[in-house]
T-cell receptor, first 114, second 110 residues
Framework: DAGVIQSPRHEVTEMGQEVTLRCKPISGHDYLFWYRQTMMRGLELLIYFNNNVPIDDSGMPEDRFSAKMPNASFSTLKIQPSEPRDSAVYFC????????????FGPGTRLTVL | GQQVMQIPQYQHVQEGEDFTTYCNSSTTLSNIQWYKQRPGGHPVFLIQLVKSGEVKKQKRLTFQFGEAKKNSSLHITATQTTDVGTYFCALGGSQGNLIFGKGTKLSVKP
């Protein structure tokens, strides 16, 4: 198994631009999570899905952030418009579940907003 | 919501010295997980503890879950430079999610 796949690995954009991050979870995992990591705030849970349905999006910073999971093998996190304070590493993780199961993280997308 | 305090935030040791990081919660935990993140990498699952007083070992790493299930520790014996990274504890949420501590960043001087 290739593990959790994220793209792009690095993204540099200018303030105001739209950014789309992509994730392919491990096949068979029912849960998919989006985390953001910064030095100041650590690992923050943004949103997670169970069987493609969003369960909790209370961690999404504001309306500029949106996430979708159209099928079991793909999810996107979109920021529109992006701001410099959105600069961080964004991780996608999947889990088979089981109160809870172990999480498998992707390599992350390092986002820099200028 | 549930929170976990992890200490220390940073630890600098000489190679060969021992290292311990602690997680503390004000509420009883159903389980706790530990992850390691190497510099520039992503968190990698190490272990899950479920039972009161549980102790598990992985080579030089020893994981403990407190008797009251409110705290946990990770101890590394005789650190090596390969142990460098940030160690996180994480609490299982009620709906399959994980709540991460702030982590302990370990540096090892050769």
């Amino acid at each position: 198994d290739a593990g959790v796949i994220q793209s792009p690995r690095h993204e540099v954009t200018e303030m105001g631009q739209e950014v789309t991050l992509r994730c392919k979870p491990i096949s068979g995992h029912d849960y998919l999570f989006w985390y953001r990591q910064t030095m100041m705030r650590g690992l923050e849970l943004l949103i997670y899905f169970n069987n493609n349905v969003p369960i909790d999006d209370s961690g999404m910073p504001e309306d500029r952030f949106s996430a979708k999971m159209p099928n079991a093998s793909f999810s996107t996190l979109k920021i529109q418009p992006s701001e410099p304070r959105d600069s961080a590493v964004y991780f996608c993780a999947s889990s088979p579940g089981g109160q809870p199961g172990s999480f498998f993280f992707g390599p992350g997308t390092r986002l820099t907003v200028l | 919501g549930q929170q976990v305090m992890q200490i220390p935030q940073y630890q600098h040791v000489q190679e060969g010295e021992d290292f311990t990081t602690y997680c503390n919660s004000s509420t009883t935990l159903s389980n706790i997980q530990w992850y390691k993140q190497r510099p520039g990498g992503h968190p990698v699952f190490l272990i899950q503890l479920v039972k009161s007083g549980e102790v598990k070992k992985q080579k030089r790493l020893t994981f403990q879950f407190g008797e009251a299930k409110k705290n946990s520790s990770l101890h590394i014996t005789a650190t090596q430079t390969t142990d460098v990274g940030t160690y996180f504890c994480a609490l299982g949420g009620s709906q399959g999610n994980l709540i991460f501590g702030k982590g302990t960043k370990l540096s090892v001087k050769p």
